[in-house]
C-alpha cells in the first residue's frame, strides 16, 4: 500500500493528480549515482520517461546527463542545467528546426539513425560553420523478451542504422569534415526484466560491432547500451528500486572495452516509474450482471500504458484502507476511467476492498510514460504534478 504520511493533504487536492514521492526520487537517484561510478559508467537519464523539470533537476545535480527525442527534449534539458556535452539526441526524424538548434546548443552528440540523417546534419553543420558530433545508433537485432511495441532492436524494426549500410556510414564519417565521430549507441528495448540473457546477449552484440567499426579505422570512443531496464509493477513495495546493480555488473562483466573508452546507459523507466503514482477519485460504482465497474475521474487520457499495451498496474483503495481499516471485505472490480474508448480500462477484475463514490484510489509505477504520455483527449485537462515534498502548496487546489 502506498505509504502516506500526507493522506490529510491528499484527501484535499483535487483528482486527478500524479504525485511523486521526492525522498524515492533522490533514493533511487541516489543508488544509480553509486553503482554507477562503482561500475565506470556514465548515466544519460531519458527524459522521454517523465519530462519534468524538478525530476530532471534531481537528476542532473547528481551529474547525469540527458537522452533527448525531440528538439523540446533538447531545450527543456538545456534549461534545466543540463551541460551541452552531456546532451544526446536521438530519434528517427529529427527535423532541421531540431537539428539546428541542437547544433546551436553544441550537443555531445546527434544519435544518428539513418544515412541520410547523418547527410543532412553533415550539410547543416557546413551551413553554420560548426562541427557535430555524432554517435551512431545502431540495431543490434537482439530480442528483448518485452512487448513488442516496446521492442526496437531487432533487425525489422525501424530504429537505428542496419549492419549493411555500416561500410557506407564509416565512408561518410571518415570523409566528412563536419562530422566527429564519438561512438556507437544502441537500445535493444523497454521493461527488460531477463537482465543477465538479455543484456549479455546485447554486449556480445556490441563486442562483435565495436570490433567491426575500429578494424575499419573509426575509433569507437564511447559505447551507449541504451535504456531498458525493467521494474517491478507488480510489487512497488517490495522492489521500490529496481535492480541497477545486476545490469550494470552485466554490463561490467560482458562488454570489452578499452579503460579510456566511455560506457553510457540511458535509463528512464527505472529512474521514475516507482516513485510516481496516479492518484484519483471513483466517480461511480456501477453493479453489473456479472462484472462491477468502478468509474474514475483519471482516464486513458492520463496514462495510457494500460490501454495501449495492456500494461500492468497495482491499484490500490487509499480510502478503504486508510478510513475504513476495519471494513475489509474484497469485492472485484474493472476499474475504468471516464473517456468514450472501450479501452480506457485500467484493470479488469480486480480484487480491491469494497468501494464507494469519493473513495481515493492510487494507481501505481505510474512515474514513467504516465504524465508524459497524457493527452487531452475528450479536452479532458492535464493531471497536475505534487511532489511530496511539496505538498502544501497543493492542498488548495
Ligand atoms: C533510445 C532510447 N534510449 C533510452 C530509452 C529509455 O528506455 P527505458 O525507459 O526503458 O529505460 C528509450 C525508450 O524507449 C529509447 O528509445
Not at 83 to 106: C, N, Q, T, W, Y
Not at 270 to 283: E, H, K
Not at 298 to 314: C, E, F, T
Request: hydrophobic share 40%; with cysteine.
Amino acid at each position: 500500500m502506498l505509504e502516506l504520511d500526507a493522506f490529510g493533504a491528499f484527501s484535499k487536492l483535487k483528482t486527478p493528480f500524479y504525485y511523486y514521492d521526492t525522498a524515492l526520487l533522490r533514493r533511487t537517484a541516489d543508488f544509480v549515482a553509486a553503482e554507477a561510478a562503482r561500475y565506470g559508467i556514465t548515466v544519460h537519464y531519458a527524459v522521454k520517461a517523465n519530462s519534468s523539470g524538478k525530476i530532471i533537476r534531481e537528476f542532473v545535480s547528481r551529474g547525469f546527463g540527458a537522452d533527448c527525442v525531440s528538439g523540446a527534449e533538447v531545450l527543456l534539458a538545456d534549461s534545466c542545467g543540463v551541460p551541452a556535452e552531456k546532451i544526446f539526441f536521438a530519434g528517427v526524424g529529427k527535423s532541421d528546426a531540431e537539428i539546428s538548434d541542437a547544433l546551436r546548443i553544441g550537443i555531445g552528440a546527434f544519435n544518428c539513425e539513418s544515412l541520410q540523417e547523418m547527410e543532412v546534419i553533415d550539410d547543416m553543420a557546413a551551413g553554420l560553420g560548426v562541427k557535430a558530433r555524432v554517435a551512431l545508433r545502431i540495431n543490434p537485432d537482439v530480442d528483448a523478451h518485452t512487448h513488442r511495441y516496446i521492442t526496437t532492436g531487432l533487425s525489422e524494426n525501424k530504429f537505428g542504422i542496419y549492419s549493411h549500410e555500416f561500410d557506407r556510414a564509416i565512408e561518410l564519417l571518415k570523409t566528412s569534415e563536419r562530422l566527429e565521430f564519438v561512438g556507437l549507441q544502441f537500445h535493444i528495448g523497454s521493461q527488460i526484466t531477463d537482465i543477465e540473457n538479455v543484456i549479455r546477449a546485447e554486449c556480445g552484440k556490441i563486442n562483435g560491432i565495436t570490433e567491426h567499426f575500429e578494424s575499419r579505422g573509426l575509433l569507437v570512443r564511447s559505447i551507449d547500451l541504451g535504456g531498458g531496464l525493467g521494474v517491478d509493477y507488480e510489487d512497488p513495495d517490495g522492489n521500490p528500486v529496481p535492480d541497477f546493480t545486476a545490469w550494470f555488473r552485466t554490463i561490467g562483466e560482458c562488454l570489452r572495452r578499452r579503460p579510456d573508452q566511455i560506457v553510457h546507459v540511458e535509463p528512464g523507466r527505472a529512474m521514475v516509474a516507482q516513485c510516481g503514482t496516479l492518484v484519483s477519485r471513483v466517480l461511480f460504482v456501477k453493479c453489473g450482471k456479472t462484472r462491477n465497474f468502478l468509474v474514475l475521474d483519471a482516464g486513458m487520457n492520463d496514462l495510457i500504458r494500460p490501454a495501449l499495451y495492456g500494461a500492468y498496474h497495482k491499484i490500490e483503495n487509499l480510502s478503504a484502507y486508510y478510513e475504513r481499516g476495519s471494513d475489509v471485505r474484497d469485492c472485484a472490480y474493472d476499474v475504468v476511467g471516464p473517456v468514450c474508448e472501450s479501452s480506457d480500462v485500467f484493470g479488469e477484475h480486480r480484487i480491491l476492498r469494497r468501494s464507494y463514490r469519493g473513495d481515493l484510489i492510487a494507481i501505481r509505477s505510474a512515474g514513467a510514460y504516465g504524465s508524459a504520455m497524457s493527452s487531452r483527449y475528450n479536452l479532458r485537462p492535464p493531471a497536475p504534478d505534487v511532489f511530496s515534498d511539496e505538498i502544501v502548496n497543493f492542498a488548495n487546489l
